[in-house]
């Protein structure tokens, strides 16, 4: 099992692209082995999670949370909205106060990163990018508090997800109902968000009657593929470990060729059908799923599917950072494009 744990970190550094810190779990005596105590960790993916042998699950990240505000520096003003009391659903609301009061706001429903595992709309960096990109846009945006695994493996947060779009389409919300325009209705997400977003958009095509969905952003999207390509040859290892922590994720899965994690695999339906008009990628040049994106991308394009398609690609950026360092140029520059996306029609 140290073996085990060793290579989820060594995934794990790859994935957020962080150095290897020197006190870290691979490098210490590990209590894995010490079988019998309800204390013994049986699941480790750092630096996301640990899971003990009584079930308990431990964060290690993601846990911090800010309250809904007026946030001065953008003048957007948030608010926390239970959209479903008997699933418990929340999302956080952001209306850009400087834009005219008589005027409709493109709405951006959004879906964070966090492997599936950690983080919420409640992080202070998911609270921030949610400022930033409402008041750039002018856009009216709600982020959705999906269910997280493993306590709620996948599908729950596709579910979840797609309850809370149909909840915007009922426009139940005040400021949704007076304020957005719902001929503007666009979904994104980074990285296991973006993999929820590409998923909201095969479902709105099969669901008659919901072809609402205008653009769709992926930003540094988690997918993945049995076959390792490009980026990913990086590490042999990778593919393993990939594997693991996707089954461990999605249990009922036969695999990385899954077209939940894989959208480009002989299973998957046919890019050509997705249900939105106008989608745009982003990868970093550093993160080790850059191929996928581009792969994503590609085969979008030759895929007969009739919208319009673009590209960002960010040389020497990691993974997620324009969530995780959006102080930096090339950050800005992202969320202002993502932000001008939303807002073109
Ligand atoms: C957000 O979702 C997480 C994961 O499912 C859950 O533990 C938490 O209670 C939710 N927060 C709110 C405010 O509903």
Redesign the pocket.
Known sequence: MGLIQNLLLKFAMFYLSLPLPKDSPANVPSAIDTAGDATDVVFEFLPFIRVYSDGRVERLCGTD?VPPSFDSATSVLSK?V?IDSSI???TRLYLPTAAPADEKLPILIYFHGGAFLVD???SPKYHSHLNSLSSLGPLLAVSV????AP??PLPAAYDDSWAAIRWVLSRADPWLASRGDFRRVHIAGDSAGANICHQMAVRAREEAGLAAIKGMALVDPYFMGKEPIGTERRDAEFREDMDRIWRFICPSTAGLDDPRINPVSETAPSLAALGCERVLVAVAGNDILWSRGWVYYEKLRSSGWPGSAEIIDTPDAEHDFHIEHPETEKAAALTRSLAAFFASD
């Open positions: 949370s926390d239970l418990g659903l929340a919420s709309p409640f508090n999906y269910s997280l306590e709620h």
